[in-house]
């Protein structure tokens, strides 16, 4: 499966922004999809995940700030980001798996979007 990842840009604290990933298989259903990030010199860290039957799941950092959704008809993965603050700033990038387990863990993602940058200032 091939994961088009869109939607990033510069934003002042506090404010919002939607990403967006395009999924080009048809099997969209049946992935676990999630959002990872990553900043300049650190690891690529866990965002928030989707699973098949819609279940979210978010990192701490992310819980009530962040939403992610899924549109199957569409296959398209989505993450909607409020009250975004700098230490937001980070490459956002969409991955998709087979299966539920350990979710957060990006070693188990078989497919990666291209990313996409967030940029917060301050």
């Known amino acids: 499966v091939q994961l088009q990842a869109s939607g990033g840009g510069l934003v002042q604290t506090g404010g919002s922004l939607r990403l967006s990933c395009a999924a080009s298989?048809?099997?969209?259903?049946?992935?676990?999809m999630a959002w990872f990030r990553q900043a300049p010199e650190k690891e690529r860290e866990f965002v928030a995940a989707v699973t098949l039957s819609g279940s979210t799941y978010y990192a701490d950092s992310a819980k009530g700030r962040f939403t992610s959704s899924r549109d199957s008809a569409k296959s398209t993965l989505y993450l909607q980001m409020n009250s975004l603050k700098p230490e937001d700033t980070a490459v956002y990038y969409c991955?998709?798996?087979?299966?539920?387990?350990?979710?957060?863990?990006?070693?188990?993602?078989?497919?990666w979007g291209q990313g996409t940058l967030v940029t917060v200032s301050s």
């Open positions: 991955a998709a798996k087979v299966g539920l387990l350990r979710v957060s863990e990006p070693a188990r993602y078989e497919y």
């Open positions: 298989s048809r099997t969209f259903s049946t992935y676990t």
